[in-house]
């Protein structure tokens, strides 16, 4: 995989701040689950199977590239979709997308998720496949590793760039929400001798929530017996907005400050909140003087999402 680009842009409470562009990542999009698709396909094909299942709502970036990669592979691809809390399911760009690339959306509620993935496993397998899902067994278990080595790679990545443009990061933001980009993260910190301060900007989940699957996907990745990595965890829930996908008119003014200044697009629930969390991290925390890399995590298709909507309001 290419290393994706570092740029530097505005200075935010007299800090250097800098974008990891993972959204220019090669095809569909990008994004950090370009880079953890990767792993899952890679996993797949060692294991020898021959169908995959991915699960996610309709704002998904995940299976967006996961229905993608798999249409060019010509592998059979299955997504378990719940609505969402409200019992809503909004049509995204990106479920357009999905169903662009013909994987088959299989729906169900956040209640039945696990009946869901076992009867389709089941029947799946019934017909002679050998399905492969992302999540391991029907709870979403057991599978930790394998997305987490994405973004351990990163902290590589990011030590050589470092190198080639004579900086020093002191810390790194991003939007953390399932847990596995933050996990990568500390992982490969703890492996550089932990150089930076991560720090994971909550868009859905509360802090002990957080720090209770961080710590599964930790254990799971350095092979560890419930280990408290607590330690090494920053986590800030206090920018959710109201939850999931929830945003308020500071995100709103930075997604079309941050087109219009430097031509870069964010979104309302993953990339937009989070970098309106780190500028009020970064003042708030008194943080000033410092190298700042916040990483771009993609889903630029929940960008146009966003526009296709203000520009029917306004
Ligand atoms: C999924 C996603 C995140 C959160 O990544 P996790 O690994 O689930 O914590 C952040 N930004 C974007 C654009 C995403 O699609």
């Known amino acids: ?38 792993e899952f396909f890679k996993d797949m094909e060692t294991r020898n199977k021959d169908l995959i299942i991915a699960y996610g709502n309709n704002r998904s ?14 592998i059979p691809c299955y997504i378990v979709s719940p609505s969402d809390d409200s019992g809503d399911r ?44 992302i999540n391991g067994d029907k709870y979403g278990k ?7 080595h994405a973004y351990y790679k990163v902290v590589d990545e ?12 002191d810390y790194i933001f991003f939007a953390s929400g399932t847990g596995m980009t933050q996990a990568g993260l500390i992982a490969g910190n703890i492996n ?8 994971g900007i909550s868009i859905a989940r509360n802090v002990n929530n957080q720090i209770l699957k ?46 219009k200044e430097d031509g870069i697009p964010l979104d309302p629930t993953y990339t937009g909140k989070a970098f309106v969390g780190m500028k009020n991290y970064l003042s708030k925390n008194n943080i000033e003087n410092k190298n700042i890399l916040f990483i771009h995590t993609g889903g630029t298709p929940l960008f146009f999402d966003f526009i296709n909507y203000i520009s029917e309001k306004y």
Do not use: W
């Not at 990011?158 to 990061?169: H, L, T």
């Not at 799971?220 to 945003?247: A, C, E, H, V, W």
């Open 214 to 259: 961080l710590n599964i996907f930790l254990n799971q990745y350095f092979n560890t017996n419930n280990y408290d990595y607590s330690n090494n965890i920053i986590f800030d829930d206090n920018y959710l907005f109201g939850g999931y996908g929830k945003y308020n008119n500071e995100i709103r003014k930075e997604i079309i400050n941050m087109y």
């Open 1 to 38: 995989m290419n290393k994706t680009p570092i740029q530097s842009i505005k200075s935010i409470n007299n800090n250097n701040v800098f974008i990891k562009r993972d959204d220019l990542l090669g095809e569909s999009f990008g994004g950090n689950k370009y880079r953890i698709a990767y």
């Open 90 to 133: 909004i049509d995204t760009f990106n479920s357009f997308l999905v169903n662009l690339t013909k994987a088959h959306y299989v729906f169900c509620n956040k209640n039945n998720v696990a009946d869901t993935v076992e009867k389709l496993i089941l029947d799946l397998t019934s017909k002679g496949y050998k399905p492969y899902y």
């Open 61 to 74: 970036n995940l299976c967006r590239i996961i229905s993608y990669l798999a249409y060019k592979k010509r």
């Open 142 to 148: 057991g599978n930790e590793k394998v997305p987490v």
């Open 192 to 199: 550089h001798g932990k150089k930076f301060k991560i720090v």
């Open 158 to 169: 990011i030590v050589e760039q470092e190198k080639a443009i004579n900086v020093n990061f």
